[in-house]
């Protein structure tokens, strides 16, 4: 199809809008962050407002879990590790308790108004043939603590524990 001069020159107006609009979806410059906001190690010192060592109720199993020790340590290039100690009991027909750790690891994602989101591979609690599963966790800053929370399915599963970690060490 040959397009007349007119036409041509319409087309072209079409084209440089839309490509003007595809830059107005870029994130406003207050979404971008310094990940050296929040960098350094936090150790864990309280779970729902509780010492280490309460017992926090799952909502998806007949279970409680009472993180015990561990911490967050978010690097200056956005890396984080998560790695807490946790004691478990099981009630019902089959009881049982126990001890395990939770190991998660990954990048700060984006920052949405005072709260990191992180992003990246955690353990897995349904699945038994996979490993790792995909994790989001919110980290808010508080001075020199910092409050971690589950998000999506496993803010659910976990029952939606509000970790206090802190205070921040270099």
């Not at 994130?27 to 962050?33: A, L, M, S």
């Not at 009472?66 to 911490?71: N, P, V």
């Amino acid at each position: 199809m040959i397009l007349s001069g007119k036409s041509a020159i319409m087309l072209s107006v079409v084209l440089i809008a839309a490509g003007c609009a595809d830059n107005a979806t870029e994130p406003p410059e207050e979404e971008y962050f310094d990940p050296a906001e929040v960098a350094g190690v936090y150790a864990i010192s309280e779970v729902d407002g509780h010492p280490l060592g309460w017992y926090h109720h799952l909502a998806a199993v007949d279970c409680q879990a009472a993180f015990i020790d561990g911490q967050l340590d978010i690097g200056e290039n956005g890396q984080y590790i998560i790695d807490l100690d946790y004691n478990f009991r099981c009630i019902g027909t089959d009881s049982f308790d126990g001890s395990d750790r939770f190991y998660a690891h990954g990048s700060i994602r984006y920052k949405e108004g005072e709260v990191f989101v992180l992003q990246g591979l955690g353990p897995n609690f349904v699945d038994p043939d996979r490993v790792w599963d995909n994790w989001t966790f919110e980290v808010q800053p508080n001075g020199d603590f910092v409050t971690l929370r589950f998000a999506g399915f496993y803010r659910e599963y976990w029952a939606d524990p509000v970790i206090t970690l802190g205070p921040r060490q270099p």
